[in-house]
T-cell receptor, first 115, second 109 residues
Framework: GAGVSQTPSNKVTEKGKYVELRCDPISGHTALYWYRQSLGQGPEFLIYFQGTGAADDSGLPNDRFFAVRPEGSVSTLKIQRTERGDSAVYLC?????????????FGPGTRLTVL | RKEVEQDPGPFNVPEGATVAFNCTYSNSASQSFFWYRQDCRKEPKLLMSVYSSGNEDGRFTAQLNRASQYISLLIRDSKLSDSATYLCVVTVYGNKLVFGAGTILRVKS
């Protein structure tokens, strides 16, 4: 079946602009995660949704970052007033439920470049 | 100090070699342990979970030492297709994954 999809695959923007990154999880997966991966580093947790609600947003770096999942499926990560330091690959993952034994399946990521 | 630390490598090995990667984690409350594989410019994929009793999947063997807070991955009979970055991953509370920076493996013919 279809895996996790993310759009766009690449996004180039200018400092100060607003961006939205979209994630379509695997059908039936109730848990959805956002991670951010900088060059030469492992992915870093941002936020976790169980259904429509954000169960853990402890990884969001500041209030410029916000994510929603209004219908419990597709999620959008929103970044306001982008900064050059926001440049990274933003990865989305989904799993059947929120337990650690349920494998998280990652999407291909959105490569964000802030000029 | 990073929560999960790995030797970044790269490890350059010939085909058929045995190679071992190590990883240490700082939080003694860590609950679950994994190795993920990430190919260049691709997403991470689960390679295997790691248990205290040790576990094996074909050419891959993973070990966990909770007392030393140490995780290892052994790859036997390396193949060219094993070339990738290997990410050590733990969970502490709930299900957010905490990744190491990864170890690069290059298998050469």
């Amino acid at each position: 079946g279809a895996g996790v999809s993310q759009t766009p695959s690449n996004k180039v923007t200018e400092k100060g602009k607003y961006v939205e990154l979209r994630c379509d999880p695997i059908s039936g997966h109730t848990a959805l995660y956002w991670y951010r991966q900088s060059l030469g580093q492992g992915p870093e947790f941002l936020i976790y949704f169980q259904g429509t609600g954000a169960a853990d947003d402890s990884g969001l770096p500041n209030d410029r970052f916000f994510a929603v999942r209004p219908e419990g499926s597709v999620s959008t990560l929103k970044i306001q007033r982008t900064e050059r330091g926001d440049s990274a690959v933003y990865l989305c993952a989904s799993s059947l439920a929120g337990a650690t034994y349920n494998e998280q399946f990652f999407g291909p990521g959105t490569r964000l470049t802030v000029l | 100090r990073k929560e999960v630390e790995q030797d970044p490598g790269p490890f350059n090995v010939p085909e058929g070699a045995t190679v071992a990667f190590n990883c240490t984690y700082s939080n003694s409350a860590s609950q679950s342990f994994f190795w993920y594989r990430q190919d260049c410019r691709k997403e991470p994929k689960l390679l295997m979970s790691v248990y205290s009793s040790g576990n094996e999947d074909g050419r891959f063997t993973a070990q966990l030492n909770r007392a030393s807070q140490y995780i290892s991955l052994l790859i036997r009979d390396s193949k060219l297709s094993d070339s990738a970055t290997y990410l050590c991953v733990v969970t502490v509370y709930g299900n957010k994954l905490v990744f190491g920076a990864g170890t690069i493996l290059r298998v050469k013919s």
